[in-house]
């Protein structure tokens, strides 16, 4: 009878805990501005990026610009970059809820041959520790909002002013994909993912992303990276303001007033 007893308590124990736990999703929403470039009307651009709804898991790069220089298309790196996440995205066996980004970015390098480079962020939401759990590499980056408020931002990987870490096929100019930087960050329901590339990060404080959140809660995730994304492009146009770019750029002695003209990449993700 004692045993029965114990065995019957643990058992609802059990019942209970499964009850409590919740289970996460998010809802994923996209924005990309291409830069203007007289030269070539006809330009996809520098950025890339992706979404899997499926496996709460999304992507996103930035082609270093310096490649045009030697003729090399810069975004095609990223495209094939982020293309090639996607598949290795499908093709990993996962448990329900958790994915490896850093596998996922690993697995995509080395299949992506083309000449070029960028920067590259993978973030996945796992379901089993209601974490986003994040490969980074470079100045492509995130920030977590609750209730408006911005509670982490990730840091930014770089050799130097404006000089990002950045996967390439050429050791000379780039960097391999094991100095990824793998980050792990708490989330719940309510919370809002706004991730960009360098387009969005060197022309908008936290602060003013907060602002833009604040008056537009019931946007769709689609809508707020769009309002995102336009507010970037807006300072990326002023020759005057202080930005996060003309900061940096102040703090490593180096002389930048106003927004920086950038590719704006936008991505939003709404944590329910």
Known sequence: MEMKKKRSSGMSKKIIENCCRTSLDM??????????????????GEDSHFFCQEKKSFGLADGVGGWIKQGIDSG???????????????????RSGHVDPTR?????????????SSTACVI???????????????????????????IF??????????????????????????????IVVPVQSGDIVVAGTDGLLDNMFPSEIEQIITKAQDQTPAHLALTIADYALYNSLDRFSESPFSRAAYFAGKKHVGGKIDDI????????
Request: charge should be negative; hydrophobic fraction near 35%; include cysteine.
């Open 27 to 44: 809802i994923m929403g996209s924005f990309y501005i291409p830069k203007e470039d007289e030269s070539r009307p006809d330009s996809q």
């Open 76 to 94: 095609e790196y990223s495209r094939q970059l982020m293309n090639n996440s996607l598949i290795a995205l499908n093709h990993q066996e996962t």
């Open 104 to 116: 996922v970015l690993e697995e995509a390098y080395y299949v992506t041959n083309c000449l070029g």
């Open 124 to 150: 996945a939401l796992n379901d089993d520790d209601h974490c986003l759990h994040v490969s980074n590499v470079g100045d492509s980056g995130f920030l977590v909002f609750r209730n408006s408020e911005c």
């Open 153 to 182: 931002q990730s840091p930014i990987q770089q050799h130097g002013f404006n000089h990002p870490y950045q996967l390439g096929c050429t050791s000379r100019f780039s960097d391999s994909v094991d100095i990824a930087m793998e």
């Open 265 to 272: 990449t936008v991505v939003v993700a709404k944590i329910i």
